[in-house]
């Protein structure tokens, strides 16, 4: 069922979706499901696709408003300090790149040679991280766009499900405290009204948007609201606080956007290459899991942390998993960062090369 964005069908259908969505998520909040801001809307959202047995456009700014609040939080809690300690660490966290990025090629190969895509665009595919970014360079790459879109689709979404799964096992004792997440631990700046407060952070993540648009920063949606909120969050004069309810709520959207990102005739063309993407990746889950284990072990920095710091990709899931379980988000997205620049740095011109041989093969 495709209707018109502006229609009064289209309007239902949408609103249908979201009310279901909210019953079935506080259902499983009460029933103590895992992460259920974030995983029944995926799984929804999935369910919801299948059911129409088309690609189903949600609002774009269900995405954008969902991972805007989740950069928000995170820069409300990020520390300056952990980002220095984490320096320290350089190496260790190099050996767990390498390790991923090693992996991550071998996966790209191997569709390569058994799902009957093309080199470029398996490569591509297959790259941890950043995925939106890849799919946007695919084609001045030579790749096939759809191709990589479905694959790196295909990681992010099982990563999202996969992996706050794992990571609740390694939750800390302590119990989430539903308040609200101030920028400071220690109430000393003065308060302004809630409606002032969220005016100010919106305007802030919107702006961050617009400017990261113009210097194409990688992941755009998710690091333009964070670096433009962190320097707010430094600077202003004011405690600036963020509701539980808006986090649960940017969860939800967030949820729903990841589960129907699908197009049913592109899983159907490619169906071998997913079949053995799903495979790979759940492989390179496991490597990274004993990546982030032997981080821990190196460097005494909670598993919890390693691991989520670990994964290949899914920044906004697995800053949102790491938020609700209580662990170390500012080093886990220092950890993530990271590899992510070094990855968006040196990706284009292996992609390159690659393309250069495949090029000179069929000479």
Same mark, same amino acid.
């Given at each position: 069922?495709?209707?018109?964005?502006?229609?009064?069908?289209?309007?239902?259908?949408?609103?249908?979706?979201?009310?279901?969505?909210?019953?079935?998520?506080?259902?499983?909040?009460?029933?103590?499901?895992?992460?259920?801001?974030?995983?029944?809307?995926?799984?929804?959202?999935?369910?919801?696709?299948?059911?129409?047995?088309?690609?189903?456009?949600?609002?774009?700014? @269900?995405?954008?408003?969902?991972?805007?609040?989740?950069?928000?939080?995170?820069?409300?809690?990020?520390?300056?300090?952990?980002?220095?300690?984490?320096?320290?660490?350089? @190496?260790?966290?190099?050996?767990?790149?390498?390790?991923?990025?090693? @992996?991550?090629?071998?996966?790209?190969?191997?569709?390569?040679?058994?799902?009957?895509?093309?080199?470029?665009?398996?490569?591509?595919?297959?790259?941890?991280?950043?995925?939106?970014?890849?799919?946007?360079?695919?084609?001045?790459?030579?790749?096939?766009?759809?191709?990589?879109?479905?694959?790196?689709?295909?990681?992010?979404?099982?990563?999202?499900?996969?992996?706050?799964?794992?990571?609740?096992?390694?939750?800390?004792?302590?119990?989430?405290?539903?308040?609200?997440?101030?920028?400071?631990?220690?109430?000393?700046?003065?308060?302004?009204?809630?409606?002032?407060?969220?005016?100010?952070?919106?305007?802030?993540?919107?702006?961050?948007?617009?400017?990261?648009?113009?210097?194409?920063?990688?992941?755009?949606?998710?690091?333009?609201?964070?670096?433009?909120?962190?320097?707010?969050?430094?600077?202003?004069?004011?405690?600036?606080?963020?509701?539980?309810?808006?986090?649960?709520?940017?969860?939800?959207?967030?949820?729903?956007?990841?589960?129907?990102?699908?197009?049913?005739?592109?899983?159907?063309?490619?169906?071998?290459?997913?079949?053995?993407?799903?495979?790979?990746?759940?492989?390179?889950?496991?490597?990274? @899991?004993?990546?982030?284990?032997?981080?821990?072990?190196?460097?005494?920095?909670?598993?919890?942390?390693?691991?989520?710091?670990?994964?290949?990709?899914?920044?906004?899931?697995?800053?949102?998993?790491?938020?609700?379980?209580?662990?170390?988000?500012?080093?886990?997205?220092?950890?993530?960062?990271?590899?992510?620049?070094?990855?968006?740095?040196?990706?284009?011109?292996?992609?390159?090369?690659?393309?250069?041989?495949?090029?000179?093969?069929?000479?």
């Amino acid at each position: 069922m495709n209707f018109s964005p502006f229609s009064y069908r289209y309007f239902l259908h949408i609103t249908i979706l979201f009310l279901f969505t909210i019953t079935l998520t506080f259902i499983g909040d009460g029933l103590n499901f895992p992460l259920p801001w974030l995983l029944i809307p995926v799984f929804v959202g999935i369910a919801w696709t299948f059911i129409n047995q088309k690609h189903q456009c949600l609002p774009k700014y @269900f995405s954008v408003i969902g991972q805007a609040i989740l950069a928000i939080l995170t820069a409300s809690r990020f520390s300056f300090d952990t980002f220095t300690t984490a320096q320290s660490y350089f @190496f260790p966290l190099l050996m767990c790149i390498v390790v991923t990025a090693s @992996f991550s090629v071998l996966n790209g190969y191997l569709i390569y040679k058994f799902a009957d895509i093309d080199l470029s665009s398996s490569f591509l595919g297959s790259i941890p991280g950043a995925g939106a970014s890849f799919v946007a360079m695919s084609e001045d790459m030579g790749g096939d766009t759809m191709a990589v879109a479905v694959l790196q689709y295909s990681r992010i979404l099982i990563v999202s499900v996969i992996v706050p799964i794992i990571a609740h096992f390694y939750k800390t004792p302590t119990p989430l405290i539903p308040v609200n997440i101030a920028t400071q631990s220690l109430n000393l700046l003065p308060s302004l009204p809630m409606p002032i407060n969220l005016i100010i952070i919106s305007s802030c993540a919107y702006i961050g948007i617009q400017i990261g648009k113009i210097i194409k920063l990688p992941s755009n949606l998710f690091l333009a609201p964070f670096l433009s909120c962190l320097l707010l969050f430094c600077f202003f004069p004011y405690e600036i606080t963020l509701p539980t309810s808006i986090f649960q709520g940017g969860l939800l959207l967030l949820g729903l956007s990841i589960g129907v990102k699908f197009e049913i005739q592109a899983l159907q063309k490619l169906l071998k290459a997913v079949l053995l993407q799903i495979v790979l990746v759940l492989i390179l889950i496991a490597v990274c @899991f004993f990546c982030g284990y032997g981080f821990h072990l190196i460097t005494q920095v909670d598993t919890l942390t390693a691991f989520l710091g670990s994964t290949p990709g899914g920044l906004s899931s697995v800053m949102a998993t790491v938020i609700q379980l209580e662990g170390n988000s500012s080093f886990v997205l220092a950890m993530q960062m990271t590899r992510m620049l070094l990855i968006l740095m040196l990706s284009p011109f292996f992609a390159t090369s690659l393309l250069k041989k495949e090029e000179n093969q069929h000479i």
